[in-house]
């Protein structure tokens, strides 16, 4: 670890200052949800930047330097340095290697989901064609560009796969980020990345941002007290989805579960709101026979219809992971060779079916 040297407190204060310093970009000690890497576009001034912020510093080849202004906690390993064990001073030429580092830029995701995947949902897919025209032709809605969709309903029925499929249709990069992972350490960190997710999603535009479980931070306040930092990144969010700094080619996807507990003033920035429905018998027949054509045991025949009938009111996620892979993962653990009715009748018969909950009166953040 570097200490900084003082006449103060160095015993080594007699160090000589160092004439060289190569250093390398290693990135984040902890990996976010969105980190900006720095780019340095002047090295003269990046030079005197340096010098003056690790001036007094011991520099070890080996060891690590840490930005501490504007890109608070990025690394910089010192890859040598001349003389050895020296101290950063004024004079200290400072070298950036421009070997690379590994580090990934880019939150960037290709979806290989296409809409066939989702199955029923045909309103709201039906309303996705107008953000799949926008995205492939954003220049030509101008100020009439669905930027802000609102995808609602309950958990499970594809809200996420929709938003996926919608970026591969259109062949776009789709940024998937669960409003959780918004909430930094400190307060500030939030809307700092906010506002970075929307530079990012800018770079890479046409380009869809999807924030799931959008409730965790936009909850009316009626229903939650909000802490300082939870209240900034929803202003910061606003402030985005407003348009204040025009992002063309930017779209906005959040999902929520509680839409009617959503903050008036974040559901209000939505110009268009799409429901999810849970799916109905004929779907839950179709989501059984089209996931069972992938397992890797055989199936004995089997009345989905049946199925489906005692099914009904559940999602189509609980469909796939609590009855289909329950069952399949039981012939399994019996060394079967065939998933038999039963099986998928037990794992149904362990299921308890989870009706919609209300909305809460009141949460705490």
């Not at 999807?210 to 900034?232: K, N, P, T, Y």
């Amino acid at each position: 670890m570097n200490t900084k040297k003082t006449h103060e407190n160095n015993t080594e204060f007699g160090k000589s200052t160092s004439e060289l310093l190569i250093l390398k970009p290693e990135g984040y000690p902890l990996s976010g949800m969105m980190e900006e890497y720095p780019v340095i576009e002047n090295r003269d001034v990046f030079e005197f930047y340096a010098r003056e912020q690790w001036n007094g510093y011991v520099a070890r080849k080996g060891d690590y330097l840490f930005d501490r202004r504007m890109f608070p906690d990025f690394a910089y390993r010192i890859i040598d340095v001349e003389p050895a064990e020296s101290m950063i001073g004024n004079s200290t030429a400072i070298i950036v290697t421009e070997e690379e580092n590994g580090i990934s830029s880019s939150a960037e995701i290709k979806s290989d989901v296409i809409f066939e995947d989702v199955i029923g949902q045909e309103l709201a897919k039906q309303k996705c064609r107008l953000i799949e025209r926008f995205l492939e032709e954003p220049e030509r809605f101008g100020k009439w560009a669905p930027r802000n969709i609102l995808f609602f309903g309950p958990s499970g029925t594809g809200k996420t796969m929709l938003a996926k499929a919608l970026a591969n249709k259109t062949d776009v990069p789709i940024i998937p980020v669960k409003a959780t992972q918004l909430i930094g350490e400190y307060v500030g960190d939030g809307a700092r990345q906010i506002h970075q997710l929307y530079d990012r999603a800018e770079e890479m535009s046409p380009c869809i941002i999807f924030i799931d479980e959008l409730d965790a931070i936009a909850l009316d306040r009626r229903f939650q007290e909000l802490r300082g930092d939870v209240s900034e990144i929803v202003n910061a969010l606003l402030t985005e989805m407003d348009g204040i700094v025009e992002r063309e080619g930017v779209c906005t996807i959040c999902s929520t579960n509680r839409v009617n507990a959503l903050d008036s003033a974040v559901r209000s920035r939505f110009e268009e709101e799409i429901e999810f429905v849970l799916p109905g018998e004929e779907e839950i027949v179709h989501i059984l026979r089209s996931n069972v054509k992938t397992f890797p045991l055989q199936v004995e025949k089997c009345d989905f219809q049946a199925l489906a009938k005692k099914a009904k009111g559940l999602s189509g996620r609980d469909i796939v992971e609590k009855i289909l892979k329950t069952a399949l993962h039981q012939a399994i653990i019996d060394d079967r060779e065939i998933v038999t009715w039963k099986d998928f009748e037990k794992s149904l018969a362990k299921l308890t079916r989870k009706d919609f909950t209300p909305d809460p009166t009141h949460l705490y953040v």
